[in-house]
């Protein structure tokens, strides 16, 4: 079963401080993996898009990392500032299966001062 | 437009009404999904418009929910004799051709059947 899991649920981290979101998953077979900021009450905006082939991107203060033999990818967001606190979505496409993406259930990161 | 722009985005129904959610996507943008996320659950796909190919309608939960997309643009999302259950946020995003482009979200509708 195509499934993405995320880790932490939730993660409280003080401002300035850097923290490491995890997005393991079992989808086959593998088109491309994405890390997405939802604000609340906004729709997800696209971080990252990584194909099979890479290790690593970056985007500013987020940099995110894939290894595909272990079906897992990190969010790494470095000097966290107050509008980092979102919900931060892991999303992996299926190859050849038109719109569907497989969505983790996100993680839940507050910045506090 | 500038972005996905979703109307309303607020709905309140009562259980058995028919609803109509409303998505115009970012102009150029052949590819639009439409995407339910339930309160503490994850986005769950619910259907896919590309160009003028038929739509993957593989996600839609059941026969009481129905989409189309006039003139490859605008599109609507109909859910008939709703119930409690279908309460939820419905985003829309749209891609200049499929999923190997960016897809851009809409802020989404917030349906509330009561």
């Known amino acids: 079963k195509n499934q993405v899991e995320q880790s932490p649920q939730s993660l409280i981290i003080l401002e300035g401080k850097n923290c490491t979101l995890q997005c393991n998953y079992t989808v086959s077979p593998f088109s491309n993996l994405r890390w997405y900021k939802q604000d609340t009450g906004r729709g997800p905006v696209s971080l990252t898009i990584?194909?099979?082939?890479?290790n690593t991107k970056s985007n500013g203060r987020y940099t995110a990392t894939l290894d595909a033999d272990t079906k897992q990818s990190s969010l790494h967001i470095t000097a966290s500032q107050l509008s980092d606190s979102a919900s931060y979505i892991c999303?992996?496409?299926?190859?050849?299966?038109?719109?569907?993406?497989?969505f983790g259930q996100g993680t839940e990161l507050s910045v506090k001062p | 437009g500038a972005g996905v722009s979703q109307s309303p985005s607020n709905k309140v129904t009562e259980k058995g009404k028919d609803v109509e959610l409303r998505c115009d996507p970012i102009?150029?943008?052949?590819?639009l999904y439409w995407y339910r996320q339930s309160l503490g659950q994850g986005l769950e796909f619910l259907i896919y418009f590309q160009g003028n190919s038929a739509p993957d309608k593989s996600g839609l939960p059941s026969d009481r929910f129905s989409a189309e997309r006039t003139g490859g643009s605008v599109s609507t999302l109909t859910i008939q004799r709703t119930q409690q259950e279908d309460s939820a946020v419905y985003l829309c995003?749209?891609?200049?051709?499929?999923?190997?482009?960016?897809?851009?979200f809409g802020a989404g509708t917030r349906l509330s059947v009561l």
């Open positions: 990584m194909t099979f082939s890479e």
């Open positions: 995003a749209s891609s200049r051709r499929d999923l190997q482009n960016i897809q851009y």
């Open positions: 102009s150029g943008h052949t590819a």
């Open positions: 999303v992996v496409i299926v190859y050849n299966q038109g719109g569907k993406l497989i």
